[in-house]
């Protein structure tokens, strides 16, 4: 079982940037890919992005390409999300993801909550 504990998120204005960050513990990070998911109000969870175990590859929902950049640190077993650009609709619960036993996402953290204003 790995344990996910995201962090960086909070109130930004349209247009600014911001950071996100996920520690993992339980397990060496490089054993398994990753991922962003977000859920706003009233709406069914997203796929966000996602990153291979090495690093070298990487995936973004469409709305996310060109904005957001997701990179990890096996090292350290963090993966962050820059967020660039950010619109109000980016508004949401972001949660960190892994993928530990095959295809699908068995490990999520907490979330952290983004709030973008316009």
């Known amino acids: 079982q790995v344990q996910l504990v995201e962090s960086g998120g909070g109130l930004v204005q349209a247009g600014g940037s911001l950071r996100l960050s996920c520690a993992a513990s339980g397990r060496t990070s490089s054993n398994y890919h990753m991922g962003w998911f977000r859920q706003a109000p009233g709406k069914e969870r997203e796929f966000v992005a996602r990153i291979s175990r090495s690093g070298d590859s990487t995936y973004y929902a469409d709305s996310m390409k060109g904005r957001f950049t997701i990179t990890r640190d096996n090292a350290k077993n963090t993966v962050s999300l820059q967020m660039n650009s950010l619109k109000p609709d980016d508004t949401a619960v972001y949660y960190c993801?892994?993928?530990?036993?095959?295809?699908?996402?068995?490990?999520w953290g907490q979330g952290t909550q983004v709030t973008v204003s316009s």
């Open positions: 993801a892994a993928s530990t036993r095959g295809p699908g996402y068995d490990s």
